[in-house]
């Protein structure tokens, strides 16, 4: 008995995590490469925008969608399925060349990665709540370092032909092992809880504000971050390399983040990311080599990418595993609804002098000073507790 315990606890984090390291892999490197291939397929740069748009409103609209389907299926099947859906848009966007279809695959893939993420998540917080940090971090980490080795296939792969949309379709193919080969270590929900708008109502602020920042954070950075370094002739594997930086300062953080959260206020927290965000994007607006670049970069990867966990968990600190599944997807829709509007806004930026430096540093700066407000208001209640 003991025995089966064991195993099922190891499989209920190694299931999810190997697959979502693959998902990773494959997904940071289609990120990076779709903005860099609309001149091959003689499509209008302008389109870069859009499709970065069209796939956060997908993931924001899957945010909204994918709870009844994680909980009738349960989350292997559901994994998998959502995965197979990837894939399948994958395949479509050399073999049909169009704006419009690639505009439709980019929805579609945004639903399905709305899926994964609600699966991975909810697979992971739901149980033990001493477990959930140190969850939390195996998933931060996993899907991390896998986007940062994706990065790296456009430099090894790279972005012309087939090539890379086939290599991308065999790594979706390979995340779907671990869930079909182990069945044992998925979560049970026995009564699952929806929340009602009155609930979401009452979630901590600040986690939803922060979760709202990441995604306009995260889809400005993943969507037209490549395309701006290279309007800036700033050479492909160059670009591999500095967009490797930011994700590896934001998994370089994470272990940083789950100590300091249980040490101090969440909301002070993310104030302090935010400022080193702003720090990094004053700095490079005066200097511009590769080097420095690369740096500041790497900490603005630890600025972005370090919100999104530290919301989450404070947004789950207090909840029921019966809530956690519609608290993902809540906390999801947030982070969609910011990656939905970053890229449209931060395409207006990216028209003038300062492009997306001055983007970053407006938003990090204003979220910073919300969140020492928000925290200065919750330190009389935390000294009274």
Not at 120 to 125: G, P, Q
Not at 154 to 168: H, L, R, Y
Not at 186 to 212: N, V, Y
Request: glycine share 8%.
């Amino acid at each position: 008995m003991t025995t089966t315990t064991t195993l099922a606890r190891r499989s209920s984090t190694f299931v999810p995590v190997a697959g979502l390291t693959i998902f990773a892999i494959a997904s940071g490197y289609l990120m990076s490469l779709i903005p860099l291939i609309t001149n091959e397929f003689k499509m209008s740069q302008d389109l870069v925008s859009w499709l970065a748009s069209s796939y956060y409103c997908g993931l924001l609209l899957g945010s909204i969608i994918v709870e009844p389907i994680v909980v009738r299926l349960g989350h292997r099947v559901s994994f998998i399925a959502f995965l197979s859906l990837l894939a399948a848009t994958v395949i479509m966007m050399p073999l049909v060349p169009s704006q419009q279809v690639w505009l439709l695959a980019r929805f579609i893939a945004g639903v399905a990665v709305a899926g994964v993420f609600v699966v991975v998540e909810s697979w992971l917080l739901i149980g033990d709540k001493k477990e959930r940090a140190k969850r939390l971090g195996f998933y931060m980490t996993s899907l991390y370092g896998g986007t940062t080795l994706g990065q790296f296939g456009i430099s090894v792969i790279g972005t012309q032909g087939f090539e890379p949309f086939i290599m991308i379709f065999a790594l979706l193919c390979m995340a779907m092992l671990p869930p079909l080969l182990c069945r044992q270590g998925q979560p049970s929900i026995e009564h699952p809880q929806s929340l009602s708008l009155q609930q979401i109502m009452q979630l901590r602020k600040p986690a939803l504000i922060g979760c709202l920042v990441s995604g306009i954070l995260m889809g400005s950075i993943y969507g037209l971050m490549p395309l701006s370094l290279q309007q800036e002739g700033v050479a492909n594997e160059q670009i591999s390399v500095l967009m490797a930086a930011i994700i590896l300062g934001g998994m370089f953080i994470q272990p940083i983040i789950s100590w300091l959260s249980i040490r101090m206020s969440k909301s002070l927290l993310m104030a302090l990311a935010c400022l080193v965000g702003v720090f990094a994007m004053g700095i490079i607006h005066f200097e511009t080599s590769f080097a420095m670049m690369m740096m500041m970069l790497a900490l603005l990867g630890m600025s972005a990418f370090a919100l999104y966990p530290i919301a989450i968990t404070l947004a789950c600190d207090e909840l029921d595993s019966t809530f956690i599944v519609a608290a993902t997807q809540v906390m999801l829709f947030s982070y969609s609804l910011g990656s939905a509007l970053g890229p449209i806004v931060a395409d207006k930026f990216m028209k003038t002098e300062d492009g997306l430096t001055a983007f970053f540093f407006v938003i990090l700066l204003a979220t910073a000073i919300y969140m020492l407000i928000a925290s200065a208001k919750r330190k009389p209640e935390v000294l009274a507790s």
